[in-house]
């Protein structure tokens, strides 16, 4: 029996959606379900598989199986909110809400109404942009820090003017204060990189830190954040990243933003 | 210029950002069917453990989700089997010889 996978809900759009695409199952062809004022893009799926142990095994385990769906599950939501100069305001919806049939659907969305409209306000006219900082050089980071940092220096004086046997000793307590240090500034510049776009932002998001693993970088993340911007403020957050970028590569650091993004970070309810 | 790092979502999506956003975000609403994706830090734990399994994925930068996991465990697989059978057989001749003797 065929049940509906349901991606995402945005307001009416009578007639479009970009592009004809497969749905998650690579098979049931993405389709547009309009209820009252909204609509909800959705898929048909074969309930039995979707239902099965196997299935929800593999989305415990099986990484390629995961990644497979996730992809087709975001490519679905990115199209139907459409590019370039057309975006519609949608509400994306975690991977793997599936629906019986269309009644069962529509029951929900009628309870859920209010609530998605809510949503649906809430976001309008706003963008979701992201951003994402990488610590390039370590050492250059490290060699600025020491340079400057005033608690590090007063000690290295200190130190200078001890005799030798007592210095030794000084200097293991120095490594310390210096690993103690880095941390702090390296907080210090991914709070004020945070705060900077911040301004920009209506809302704001701090997002679990990736691993390398997961990001196939070499450079750690050391912040990943996501923001709420109204669309007439998005050339200022752009400058405003372009800037900090400048400004952090002196240090070593690199930052990376992206967007317009579906609104995943804002939309819960 | 070289240090601009924008991209736009709709064309530069990397694995991190899909998965982040998909298995983390989005809004749970009351499907009759949740299929429940391990969340991002099992995920991670997941790929470390891969990496870590394949020695030229170590080298950080090789994207896992390009090496299937049951490609890159097959051959290892097929090497025990040869090894198996001719263990077998030097087995089998072995025991032959005995029973000549």
Redesign the interface.
């Given at each position: 029996m065929g049940g509906l996978y349901l991606y995402c809900l945005r307001e009416s759009a009578p007639g479009y959606l970009a592009a004809s695409i497969k749905g998650i199952d690579g098979n049931g062809e993405v389709f547009v379900l309009p209820f009252r004022d909204l609509e909800a893009i959705v898929s048909e799926v074969a309930l039995e598989a979707f239902a099965s142990e196997e299935i929800q095994r593999k989305a415990q385990e099986d990484l390629n199986w995961i990644k497979e769906k996730a992809v087709a599950h975001a490519r679905v939501v990115q199209e139907a909110m459409g590019r370039d100069h057309i975006l519609l305001d949608l509400i994306p919806m975690k991977f793997g809400t599936i629906f019986k049939d269309r009644t069962r659907l529509e029951e929900v969305l009628e309870k859920d109404y209010l609530r998605i409209r809510e949503v649906l306000e809430r976001i309008r006219g706003k963008q979701e942009w992201t951003v994402k900082v990488y610590l390039k050089e370590r050492r250059k980071f490290e060699q600025v820090i020491k340079e400057k940092n005033e608690t590090i220096k007063e000690r290295e004086r200190e130190i200078a003017d001890l005799p030798e046997g007592m210095a030794f000793f000084m200097e293991e307590e120095l490594k310390e204060v210096i690993s103690e240090e880095i941390y702090k500034e390296l907080n210090n510049i991914i709070e004020g990189l945070f705060e900077d776009l911040k301004k920009q932002a209506i809302a704001s998001v701090k997002n679990k830190i990736l691993g390398k693993e997961l990001t196939g970088r070499q450079e750690p993340m050391v912040l990943n954040v996501a923001y709420l911007i109204q669309e007439e403020k998005i050339k200022d957050f752009n400058k405003e990243a372009q800037r900090l970028n400048q400004e952090i590569q002196a240090n070593g650091f690199y930052l990376e933003y992206s967007g317009p993004w579906p609104a995943y970070n804002f939309t819960t309810y | 210029m070289t240090?601009?790092?924008?991209?736009?979502?709709?064309e530069?999506?990397?694995?991190?950002?899909?998965?982040?956003?998909?298995?983390?975000?989005?809004?749970?609403?009351?499907?009759?069917?949740?299929?429940?994706?391990?969340d991002?830090?099992?995920?991670?734990i997941?790929?470390?453990l891969?990496?870590a399994s394949v020695d030229k994925a170590m080298e950080?930068?090789?994207?896992?989700?390009q090496s299937?996991?049951?490609l890159t465990s097959k051959p290892k697989e097929a090497e025990l089997e040869l090894e198996n059978k001719m263990l077998k057989e030097r087995l089998d001749r072995l025991e032959t010889r005995i029973k000549a003797e």
């Open positions: - | 240090t601009q790092k924008m991209m736009h979502a709709t530069a999506t990397n694995l991190a950002d899909i998965l982040e956003r998909v298995l983390d975000k989005g809004i749970v609403i009351a499907g009759d069917i949740k299929i429940q994706i391990a991002i830090d099992l995920l991670t997941k790929i470390r891969l990496v950080m930068g090789i994207n896992w989700w299937d996991s049951y």
